[in-house]
Every structure is written in structure tokens, then in C-alpha cells.
């Protein structure tokens, strides 16, 4: 009688180690789906940092042709 209580208590703390490690799983895949969501949404952020900084340094090139377009026409008034 006294082995089948101990297999029977062994086997319930088996069971509650299963179920917590189950749980334990869950919420590692809980956590690396957020995690994959927030890398996607970094991703796009860095994408329009990097559109926003092509586009300024386009404007900044004709910023500086126009410069020197005005550079020109001074030098050739004076």
C-alpha cells in the first residue's frame, strides 16, 4: 500500500511539473510572438527613417545647387 502512495505521489508531482512547464511554454510563445511584432514594427520605422534621410539628402543636393546657382550669378553681376 505504502508503494502505490508514493507512485501515487510521485505521479501527481510529475503532473504538476508537466502542467507548470506547459504553462511556462505558452507564455515563451506569447512572449516571442510580441517580440516578432515588435521587431516588424522596428523594422518598418527604421524603413521610413531611412526614406526620410534619403529625401533630405536630396533636398540638401538641391539646396546646394541652387547655392551655388546664386554663387555664380553674383560673381558674374560683379
Not at 500500500?1 to 512547464?21: F, G, I, P
Not at 522596428?42 to 547655392?67: H, I, M, P, Y
Amino acid at each position: 500500500m505504502d508503494l502505490l502512495k508514493q507512485l501515487e505521489a510521485k505521479m501527481q508531482t510529475l503532473l504538476q511539473q508537466r502542467n507548470q512547464l506547459k504553462e511556462e511554454l505558452d507564455a515563451l510563445k506569447s512572449a516571442g510572438a510580441a517580440g516578432d511584432q515588435e521587431l516588424q514594427s522596428l523594422r518598418a520605422r527604421l524603413e521610413e527613417a531611412v526614406a526620410a534621410r534619403t529625401a533630405l539628402e536630396k533636398d540638401r543636393e538641391a539646396t546646394r545647387e541652387q547655392v551655388a546657382a546664386i554663387l555664380r550669378a553674383l560673381e558674374a553681376l560683379g
